[in-house]
């Protein structure tokens, strides 16, 4: 899924444009037992109430595709009966009035989701008469290629509120505030489904992960039975081991820099489109070479990708790689973070014989909240 389906499916989890016929829930504590379950008619639920579902929902499919949100196929083997795809199929078909099979799946959940604490299992089916669209994109109310039906699965921490004091208005007093079990934002989560195209591809899944760093491999693993790229954080490390394994002990800090610019000017230059922009093999290889590596230094390149990036990594996505909100440059006992878009004022200089940092200064300078004021010679 694109950012434009997820986008379209959000869209969805308000009153006016609710597709959700029914919802489901299992609340667990730490010792793994479940405490309480129900199954509701969603529209029959206070108002108020919707409208607190409608933000965790929304907030499963929140974040950014190829971060925290990941779209995973399903191995041919989960879609022979008893495979995960096959059995969220069959949950999906009997729209949650399946007693027993609900009961399997928080069964199945609980058994795989490795999480401190207590949390909450939702569940919503729910049926979205998917619209056509002009060629020019724009939507038309009256005509219909298809429904997208798909059930939508949150799982949510349930922590204790903070002790203090609050204000009771009826006795007009001020009291011990009662401690609640406060559902937060979700965790994790996925859509089944998904919702490729703008229709639906009951092969693959969009998987959510709050923190793109903590997917939690062993549950999408046991689970979903679905591979997992790796975390943005462990992209960011393999792009960064390639670069300083291709440049060797000639690792210049213009080079660097100059890959830091022109990666960010890429993503800049991608914004627009609708996939996040990866980068391949050759892609990185033009990276380098348009920051200013030769075409000799570029000979050992290929050997050195494959040394570095695994067959099972071969997907870097830009925006797991690069810094696009500060430029850092960092010394032992100094941390300098620039605006991206102003690391040209940050270069090296020769200075007594040794290579020093240089950062321009130019005018309203402050220093610990005092403006410098030079009246004297510039240069001294």
């Known amino acids: 899924m694109i950012k434009k389906e997820v986008n379209e499916i959000r869209k969805q989890f308000n009153d006016k444009n609710c597709a959700i016929t029914r919802i489901c829930g299992c609340y667990v504590d730490g010792e793994k037992q479940k405490k309480l379950e129900f199954k509701e008619a969603f529209l029959s639920l206070p108002e108020e109430e919707r409208f607190k579902y409608y933000e965790l929902f929304r907030k499963t499919l929140g974040g950014t595709v190829g971060r925290n949100l990941l779209n995973l196929n399903f191995p041919m083997k989960e879609e022979a009966e008893g495979g995960t795809q096959e059995f969220l199929y069959r949950l999906r078909e009997s729209k949650l009035t399946d007693t027993e099979l609900i009961g399997e799946f928080y069964d199945k959940i609980i058994e795989h989701y490795d999480a401190p604490g207590n949390f909450l299992i939702l569940l919503i089916h729910s049926v979205y008469d998917v619209p056509g669209k002009t060629s020019d994109g724009l939507e038309m109310d009256d005509a219909s290629d298809e429904v997208f039906e798909h059930i939508l699965c949150s799982i949510c921490p349930v922590t204790l ?3 203090g004091l609050s204000y009771n208005a009826e006795e007009n007093s001020i009291h011990n505030r009662v401690q609640d079990w406060i559902v937060d934002k979700p965790e994790k989560g996925f859509l089944f489904p998904a919702f490729n195209e703008r229709s639906t591809d009951i092969h693959a899944t969009l ?18 039975g679905c591979g997992l790229p790796l975390p943005a954080n462990s992209q960011k490390e393999t792009f960064q081991a390639l670069i300083a394994n291709t440049l060797g002990e000639n690792c210049e800090y213009e080079v660097v820099k100059n890959i830091h610019e022109r990666l960010n000017e890429m993503i800049e230059e991608h914004k627009d489109f609708p996939e996040p922009l990866t980068l391949s093999k050759p892609q990185v290889k033009d ?9 000799e230094r570029l000979e050992n390149f290929d050997h050195t990708y494959d040394m570095t990036v695994t067959k099972e990594d071969t997907e870097l996505l830009a925006i797991n790689v690069a810094n696009t909100r500060s430029f850092e440059v960092k010394t032992p006992n100094v941390v300098i973070k620039v605006d991206p878009e102003f690391s040209y004022l940050v270069n090296t200089q020769m200075v007594d014989g040794r290579r020093c940092i240089v950062i321009e200064m130019g005018d309203n300078v402050e220093v610990n909240g005092i403006a410098l004021n030079y009246t004297g010679n510039s240069e001294e």
Do not use: A, C, R, T
């Open 161 to 163: 509120s903070k002790p």
């Open 207 to 224: 998987y959510f992960s709050k923190n793109p760093n903590e997917l939690m491999l062993s549950f999408v693993d046991s689970f979903l």
């Open 287 to 295: 990276l380098l070479y348009e920051s200013g590596l030769e075409d």
